[in-house]
């Protein structure tokens, strides 16, 4: 079974914190993704990559940046949090190829509260 | 812009009631609708529909897509209180892999 494992359950950090979100695929996959998801407003996408040291902007990518420095592991960074940036975040990851490419696996997700 | 709409939002049943949710989309250039289940952790894949007209099963779920009208829907028959969850739409268009998601139908199943 394809494993995405994120490093963190739950996370509380202060205003003007650097935040790092950590994620690693198990099953070299090419794609992976991250989303934040709010009450209401469903799954949004912030940043995604399809191959190492490549980046692409979601839909909210305003005060996040991203890092893949290796295939099986994607960072999500927060340069400076702030209140509403509270939310959980998803890691998702899905391989190029194959007539299912487009199926997600999820992490479990990272509830971050900013204080 | 591309978007998927969910309706309805929420819903609470009880065990035993069958349930129809929706997802309409307006997507360019399609390429597949999927549906997940999100309980308390991560999404979980339901499924992968690409034709039209073709129902897809598995155990008391479904679900089938109209391509021409630009919905899927997602049926469960004799709920039970498992079934409580949110259950994702999203759509791929061929403009890349992200997933656009709609913002859920939270499901409340009581005994």
């Known amino acids: 079974d394809v494993k995405v494992t994120q490093s963190s359950r739950y996370l509380v950090k202060r205003t003007g914190e650097k935040v790092f979100l950590e994620c690693v695929q198990d099953m070299d996959h090419e794609n992976m993704f991250w989303y934040r998801q709010d009450p209401g407003l469903g799954l949004r996408l912030i940043y995604f990559?399809?191959?190492?040291?490549?980046?692409e902007k979601g839909d909210i990518p305003e005060g996040y940046s991203v890092s893949r420095e290796k295939k099986e592991r994607f960072s999500l960074i927060l340069e400076s949090a702030s209140t509403n940036q509270t939310s959980m975040y998803l890691c998702?990851?899905?391989?190029?190829?194959?007539?299912?490419?487009?199926?997600?696996?999820f992490g479990s997700g990272t509830q971050l509260s900013v204080l | 812009e591309d978007k998927v709409v969910q309706s309805p939002l929420s819903l609470v049943v009880h065990e035993g009631d069958t349930v129809t949710l929706n997802c309409s989309y307006e997507v360019t250039n399609f390429r597949s609708l999927l549906w997940y289940k999100q309980e308390k952790k991560a999404p979980t894949f339901l499924f992968m529909l690409?034709?039209?007209?073709i129902e897809k099963k598995s155990g008391r779920l479904s679900s089938i897509l109209d391509k021409k009208e630009l919905f899927s829907i997602l049926n469960i028959t004799a709920t039970q209180t498992g079934d409580s969850a949110i259950y994702l739409c999203a759509v791929v268009s061929q403009a890349g892999t992200a997933l656009i998601f709609g913002k859920g139908t939270t499901l409340s199943v009581s005994s």
């Open positions: 998702a990851s899905s391989s190029y190829y194959g007539a299912t490419n487009e199926k997600l696996f």
């Open positions: 990559s399809y191959d190492v040291k490549m980046k």
């Open positions: 690409t034709s039209s007209g």
